[in-house]
């Protein structure tokens, strides 16, 4: 089993559709969580960490779920420029080191 | 967010040579940076853990005389591919851990090895 996995995808959504990605991960000593946006070729950019209580920023809201030992992100409202890659990311609970899922495909279309 | 930049974007170079790449926080001073590399269509995958002023730690399966890290100052660690092959040509990326326990990326540095 892989330590953090994503479904690859792609989501093809129209524009405004209201889309959710998960990610499992199997190490339940981890204690931070991310979601990354990746660009095709480009560097991922963090697009924001997952609390414990859940957090949301503008169209987009994060949420773990310590006993299943996923984190899920949900987009609102979906823009033509919110296609990308979209890669969850789980420390290894003993360190700073982040462990990637492979990303999940989103593509929005008109 | 943090600045990391990344030196050079690209290189080609023949199968043999070294080639080395800068990461740089610019805004900010990582004791902490991360080197990795990601192949077509696929994650990030950790190469290793760059330490200022010690030994880097590097993941299991990776060669540490082969890929050579440097993290001599505290905004800069350096990656040299010592003897690239084919198999090399990868895009790598590195990050800066910020004193939130966030890690800022630098824009990768895309490696092809004839």
Redesign the interface.
């Known amino acids: 089993r892989k330590e953090v996995e994503q479904d690859p995808g792609p989501f093809n959504v129209p524009e405004g559709a209201t889309v959710a990605f998960n990610c499992t991960y199997s190490n339940s000593a981890s204690q931070?969580f991310?979601w990354y946006r990746q660009d095709c070729?480009?560097?991922?950019?963090?697009l924001m960490?997952v609390y414990s209580s859940g957090n949301e920023d503008g169209r987009f809201t994060a949420q773990l779920n310590r006993a299943s030992q996923y984190i899920s992100l949900l987009i609102r409202d979906s823009k033509l420029s919110d296609s990308a890659t979209y890669?969850c990311?789980v420390?290894d609970g003993s360190?700073?080191?982040?462990?990637?899922?492979?990303?999940t495909r989103l593509l929005v279309r008109p | 967010?943090a600045v990391v930049s990344q030196h050079p974007s690209w290189v080609i170079c023949k199968s043999g040579t070294s080639v080395k790449i800068e990461c740089r926080s610019l805004d900010f001073q990582a004791t902490?940076m991360?080197w990795y590399r990601q192949f077509p269509k696929?994650?990030?995958?950790?190469m290793a853990?760059s330490n200022e002023g010690s030994k880097a730690t590097y993941e299991q399966g990776v060669e540490k005389d082969k890929f050579l890290i440097n993290h001599a100052s505290l905004t800069l660690s350096t990656l040299t591919v010592t003897s690239a092959h084919p198999e090399d040509s990868s895009?790598y990326?590195c990050s800066a851990?910020s004193g939130g326990?966030?890690?800022?990326?630098?824009?990768?540095t895309?490696l092809t090895v004839l």
Do not use: D, H, V, W
């Not at chain 1, 070729?41 to 963090?46: D, F, Q, V």
């Not at chain 2, 696929?42 to 950790?46: E, F, I, R, T």
């Open positions: 931070s991310f070729r480009k560097e991922p950019k963090l960490s890669l990311a420390n360190s700073y080191k982040l462990i990637f899922g492979s990303g | 967010g902490t991360f696929q994650s990030l995958m950790l853990t895009f990326i851990l326990a966030e890690q800022f990326f630098g824009p990768g895309r």
